[in-house]
């Protein structure tokens, strides 16, 4: 039972990291940019 438990809780962080990660995409594309422009 607990490596069912085990197997959540990391799907989960998963799904936040995956979440983190798309949400902070915007950013870094921008900050690519105005350092490829500068």
Same mark, same amino acid.
């Given at each position: 039972m607990a490596d069912v438990a085990d197997r959540?809780? @990391?799907q @989960?962080?998963?799904e936040q990291s995956f979440i983190?990660? +798309?949400f902070? +995409?915007?950013f870094? !594309?921008?900050a690519v940019? !105005?350092?490829s422009l500068g």
């Amino acid at each position: 039972m607990a490596d069912v438990a085990d197997r959540a809780k @990391q799907q @989960q962080d998963h799904e936040q990291s995956f979440i983190g990660s +798309l949400f902070t +995409l915007p950013f870094r !594309f921008a900050a690519v940019m !105005f350092l490829s422009l500068g």
